[in-house]
């Protein structure tokens, strides 16, 4: 039986491939390149357009897409997707939440209020998350809105006491 050569130790160099495509060919294949890395919300973002390609109606994908939309300042984004989640799942209680967040945070008030008493009335009842969620903010004053909070409050307060 022959004895394989097996190397003692191997070389720690990485080639950084891309180097020498970017930009047109290096002498120094060695140096890393020095290319923006995608941030987690523009790779998630990206992710889920290439899901939404394969199935248009990829429920997570959309919830996960427009979240990402929001958190990178793109509320426009984030609402057609809550728009197209809602058409989805018209009776969902988190995805009306959403979409009234998406309405306050694109400035449209009444939209907002309407979906969020929608979201209420499919049984939503988070009075701490919704007295916190600064994606509200645009509607918290609006005596609507604190009209709900003391609806839902009254309504807790209620329950506790069975």
């Not at 426009?76 to 989805?88: A, Q, T, V």
């Not at 499919?122 to 994606?135: A, K, N």
Request: proline share 2%; with cysteine; aromatic share 8%.
């Amino acid at each position: 039986m022959r004895k394989r050569n097996s190397r003692k130790s191997r070389s720690n160099t990485v080639l950084d491939f891309r180097q020498a495509y970017l930009d047109g060919l290096s002498g120094n294949l060695f140096k890393a390149i020095e290319t923006p890395l995608p941030t987690d919300t523009e790779f998630e973002i990206q992710f889920c357009k290439e899901v939404l390609r394969a199935n248009a109606n990829h429920f997570e994908a959309l919830v996960l897409l427009g979240d990402a939309y929001t958190r990178n300042g793109d509320y426009e984004k984030g609402l057609e997707m809550d728009l197209r989640l809602s058409r989805i799942k018209p009776d969902n209680k988190l995805v009306r939440y959403n979409l009234a967040c998406s309405y306050a945070l694109t400035g449209q008030k009444d939209k907002a209020i309407l979906s969020l008493n929608k979201a209420i009335e499919l049984g939503y009842c988070d009075i701490e998350h919704l007295s916190q969620d600064r994606d509200l903010d645009a509607i918290k004053s609006d005596p609507r809105f604190q009209d709900i909070v003391k609806k839902l409050s009254a309504e807790q307060h209620q329950t506790q006491e069975f």
